[in-house]
């Protein structure tokens, strides 16, 4: 009985948290820098936050864990970091980019930070991370506070989701690399992130 009413708690609270944020994203200016740049279905989208571009300091951030916990850019302070951001990891394709990371990068470039940032909730990351054995990657919730979407210019009006891209900074937090995704139903190119990796 008690699981079911902290279950239902955590629905309710998810629910008006989606509300609050559909509302809020009319708040956050237009990316004027990267809108149009990326399509679902044909369509061009518009993102919104400040963008982020080659060459300067990557924007502080604050996103929750897998345990609701705060977790911030600034916490990997002197480390090399690598930032996928996908829509949700319930689709096929995000679920595709997450694992590629995970298996494929993660032992080879250990020495970089490989973090997940999307729009679904901890508990759902969690359960993904979970079932698709993600153990190398941080992944983290931008639901919860937006601070990412709102710092890198990366949230997709009307979806209330974050655009697909990869961004990468060097140990001083400098972006070296940044590739927005054009197609939204396209992975990555991973060709060129890794050429970017092997720079560092």
């Not at 009413?5 to 237009?30: D, E, F, G, R, V």
């Not at 919730?141 to 979806?159: C, K, P, T």
């Amino acid at each position: 009985m008690l699981k079911n009413l902290m279950t239902l708690t955590s629905l309710i609270s998810a629910s008006l948290l989606s509300l609050n944020l559909a509302a809020a994203q009319y708040q956050l200016p237009l990316n004027q820098t990267d809108s149009g740049k990326i399509s679902a279905n044909s369509k061009m989208l518009t993102l919104r936050g400040n963008a982020v571009e080659l060459g300067q300091q990557a924007p502080d951030f604050k996103a929750a864990n897998n345990k609701f916990a705060p977790v911030s850019l600034s916490d990997f302070e002197g480390k090399a970091v690598l930032i996928s951001t996908v829509p949700s990891l319930d689709t096929g394709v995000c679920s595709l980019q997450t694992k590629h990371f995970n298996d494929k990068f993660a032992a080879s470039y250990s020495d970089v930070v490989m973090l997940t940032i999307s729009m679904d909730l901890p508990f759902a990351q969690s359960r993904f991370c979970k079932a698709e054995n993600i153990t190398q990657m941080h992944t983290l919730s931008d639901a919860v506070w937006r601070e990412f979407a709102q710092n890198y210019g990366l949230l997709i009006q009307d979806m209330g989701l974050l655009a697909r891209s990869v961004i990468i900074l060097d140990k001083d937090h400098k972006i070296v690399y940044k590739q927005l995704v054009t197609n939204l139903a396209k992975e990555p190119d991973y060709v060129s992130v890794e050429s970017a990796l092997k720079k560092l």
